[in-house]
């Protein structure tokens, strides 16, 4: 069941609007066409769009529990452990960050290399560093520590698996975008 042409194109038009940036300069109406023609599909992922959301506003729930949960623990922690902890808060921490920049700018602008980044660092840093967390039982898991842990590796394994699929679709449609300019 495909929708009329109409529809279509106003649906089209309202998407390519609410998802790009349109806070630069507005162009010309002839310039403005060279960026944004009418007949663009857009590559976004609402799936991985809508858990980088969620994760967005997560991830300051599980920053204050994860800092709470380790000064209750700090003392009966060995020391080696103690340093661990902290340097793996630290690392989490500014990964994350990192992650969710480089994820919208990847998934809404478009682009391969960021979106390529934030996998990267989804499935080479952050997941290992949550399983860590999460399964290791000389760290004195608290329940709500493993409650939080849980909830933020399923967000991390949803952007891993939509990520890929946004980004094999981009890189798709870069690469025939890419035979096509050499036939023109």
């Given amino acids: 069941m495909d929708l009329p042409v109409t529809i279509r194109k106003h649906l089209e038009d309202f998407s390519r609007n609410v998802l790009f940036d349109q806070s ?7 310039e403005h066409d060279v960026y944004l023609p009418h007949d663009r599909r857009v590559l976004s992922s609402l799936p991985l769009q809508m858990s980088l959301f ?8 599980w920053w204050i529990s994860e800092t ?3 000064q209750l623990k ?3 922690l060995p020391d080696y452990y103690k340093f661990i902890l902290v340097t793996v808060l630290i690392l989490m921490t500014l990964i994350e960050v990192i992650r969710l920049y480089l994820g919208y700018t990847g998934n809404l602008q478009e ?3 960021e979106l390529a980044g ?3 660092l989804s499935i080479l840093l952050q997941f290992p560093l949550i399983l860590f967390q999460l399964f290791n039982e000389a760290i004195l898991i608290q329940p709500l520590e493993r409650g939080v842990h849980i909830v933020l590796a399923c967000f991390i394994l949803t952007q891993a698996l939509s990520g890929f699929l946004a980004l094999r679709d981009m890189v798709r449609h870069t ?8 036939f023109d």
């Avoid at 630069?24 to 002839?30: G, L, Y």
């Avoid at 969620?54 to 729930?61: A, E, G, Q």
């Fill in 74 to 76: 700090y003392p009966a």
């Fill in 175 to 182: 690469e025939s975008q890419f035979l096509l300019q050499q």
């Fill in 54 to 61: 969620f994760n967005m506003w997560f991830f300051p729930l």
């Fill in 68 to 70: 709470a949960m380790l």
């Fill in 111 to 113: 682009k391969v290399p």
């Fill in 118 to 120: 934030f996998w990267l």
């Fill in 24 to 30: 630069r300069t507005q162009p010309s109406s002839k």
